[in-house]
């Protein structure tokens, strides 16, 4: 196997996931489709002449060399859909990401997860609650994942840590980057607890159509997501729409119904997410989700 046929697959500019697991279906291994015409691609349904010539010229612009030597400069292991480390909730998803940059370790334990999710404005009832639920889940042998973005998410990663538990940050840029910078810091000791993990290319920049897709790799490497404080146009909520749409539970922490930054969750909260008030309200819900992993393993 390749590597370098994924990574000029995977540095596909649009980067549908949707089309790229498609071309993998029809083809098998991203040499086959990297060796295909434009004309043979373009026969896949949804992939038009455009994304397959976008596809094909990969090979001439992207910058490959540069690309491997950050790789092995920065300690990144690559890990494709198709091979036997591929984390395996993720590979459960309707459009999973066709590899993986990641750094730090992951383990068959870590399919034993919670996304934990919230406002980058958090206030101290916020923090309350991740040292509270998001330890006491640490400390029962839970996987915290995150987005290690500001507030909420940097301090789930945060009481994980604290906990001795592993947890595992999903980023919206390459992984030669630290976002937002002052989790520098965090980001070494997410590592060394965990991993961090995106599906960009080392240099790619952390632009806003990429935090959508974030929130879906989160909600994919989970059992379940915890929403803590969220207004009604938090991203969390993005993250809380593709635990639904991938069949994962939503949890949310109630709050004052007169303020704006629990609007979000208390919303959640009304159209049928599940209400918790600790740990082990999670764990109730979890439990049989769990036994039944336990019972394939």
């Known amino acids: ?175 030669s980057l630290c976002y937002p910078p002052e989790n520098k810091e965090l980001l070494e000791q997410i590592i060394s607890h965990g991993a961090a993990i995106s599906e960009y290319p080392m240099t790619t920049y952390p632009v806003k159509k990429n935090f959508p897709e974030r929130n879906e790799i989160i909600a994919g490497l989970s059992l379940g997501v915890l929403v803590v404080e969220a207004n009604q146009k938090s991203g969390s909520l993005i993250t809380a729409r593709a635990a639904l749409e991938e069949n994962r539970s939503v949890y949310a922490v109630p709050g004052n119904i007169f303020k704006n930054a629990y609007r979000g969750t208390n919303d959640l909260i009304r159209q049928g997410a599940q209400m918790v008030r600790s740990a082990d309200d999670i764990m109730e819900d979890l439990s049989l989700s769990m036994y039944g992993m336990l019972q394939e393993e």
């Not at 198709?82 to 990401?97: I, V």
């Open 1 to 175: 196997m390749s590597l370098d046929s994924w990574i000029l697959f995977n540095a596909h500019p649009e980067r549908d996931r949707r089309l790229l697991n498609a071309l993998l279906k029809r083809f098998g291994a991203p040499e086959g489709i990297l060796g295909a015409t434009v004309h043979q691609l373009s026969h896949v349904p949804g992939v038009s002449e455009k994304f397959a010539q976008n596809l094909l010229l990969q090979e001439k612009q992207f910058p490959l060399p540069l690309e491997k030597e950050t790789i092995e400069k920065d300690g990144i292991r690559l890990i494709p859909i198709t091979h036997p480390e591929y984390p395996l909730n993720l590979k459960n998803m309707a459009s999973p990401p066709p590899l993986l940059y990641t750094k730090g370790t992951l383990i068959p334990e870590d399919r034993y997860s919670v996304g934990v999710v919230g406002s980058r404005q958090n206030t101290s009832y916020g923090r309350r609650i991740c040292e509270e639920i998001v330890g006491d889940l640490a400390k029962k042998g839970i996987t915290i994942v995150s987005g290690m973005a500001r507030g909420i998410d940097s301090l789930a990663h945060h009481f994980a840590i604290k906990n001795a538990g592993r947890t595992l940050a999903v980023l919206g840029n390459g992984l």
